[in-house]
């Protein structure tokens, strides 16, 4: 059973350009948040896609944005992009209904986005 | 922001039981303690939860005090492989905390 996949793995952009990264989540899963993990920090909430809805959104600002697709999945893409912007952006899946609402996350290994 | 309060670091021996504590002072009548770790350049790993009985499964032991407001997760046997960043998170299973917010957890090295 694949768990959450991410690509790309590693990413170089320059300033002010715009990425998309991509998410499928584990099989069973129906919700993906996104977290971004600066170095030495622990993971940030950005935002959270329910039926191909935001339903919920941490403390990022609108050049962050992300989409849901039919089949689960998911993109995060950020525009103008910044020097600050480098991190680990990490996906996480899960099923929060019923008694699965008590599980944890299912995390994938991320993608490291290096801005210069 | 996250509501536990855990060690920046600690260390332990091989084949030794690994204690790690975790404060939360302000944990809500409806909210689990979970932990999560993380190997380096991996994503966090869920481990175990609890709501106010001690668990155990596969991986770690979790106890909680009778108050709520403090728990420990135990690794019986700790290997090198777990070395990690562990993260303890309160998180209700609905409405507003049941989005999974990580402080910056305890940095756990294994030594031979």
């Not at chain 1, 989540?25 to 809805?53: N, R």
């Not at chain 2, 609905?94 to 305890?106: A, L, N």
Request: include cysteine; glycine fraction near 8%; charge should be neutral.
């Amino acid at each position: 059973d694949a768990g959450v996949t991410q690509s790309p793995t590693h990413l170089i952009k320059t300033r002010g350009q715009q990425v998309t990264l991509r998410c499928s989540p584990k099989s069973g899963h129906d919700t993906v948040s996104w977290y971004q993990q600066a170095l030495g920090q622990g993971p940030q909430f950005i935002f959270q896609y329910y039926e191909e809805e935001e339903r919920q959104r941490g403390n990022f600002p609108d050049r962050f944005s992300g989409h849901q697709f039919p089949n689960y999945s998911s993109e995060l893409n950020v525009n103008a992009l910044l020097l600050g912007d480098s991190a680990l952006y990490l996906c996480a899946s899960s099923f929060d209904r019923g008694q699965a609402r008590y599980y944890g996350y299912t995390f994938g290994s991320g993608t490291r986005l290096t801005v210069v | 922001d996250a509501k536990t309060t855990q060690p920046t670091s600690m260390d332990c021996a091989e084949g030794r039981a690994a204690n790690l504590p975790c404060n939360h002072s302000t944990i809500s009548g409806n909210e689990y303690v979970y932990w999560y770790r993380q190997i380096h350049s991996q994503g966090p790993q869920y481990i175990i939860h609890g709501l106010k009985n001690n668990e155990t499964n596969e991986m770690a032991s979790l106890i909680i005090t009778e108050d709520r407001k403090s728990s420990t997760l135990i690794l019986p046997h700790a290997t090198l492989r777990d070395t990690a960043v562990y993260y303890c998170i309160v998180r209700a299973p609905s409405g507003g905390s049941y989005i999974p917010t990580f402080g910056r957890g305890t940095s756990l090295i294994v030594h031979p």
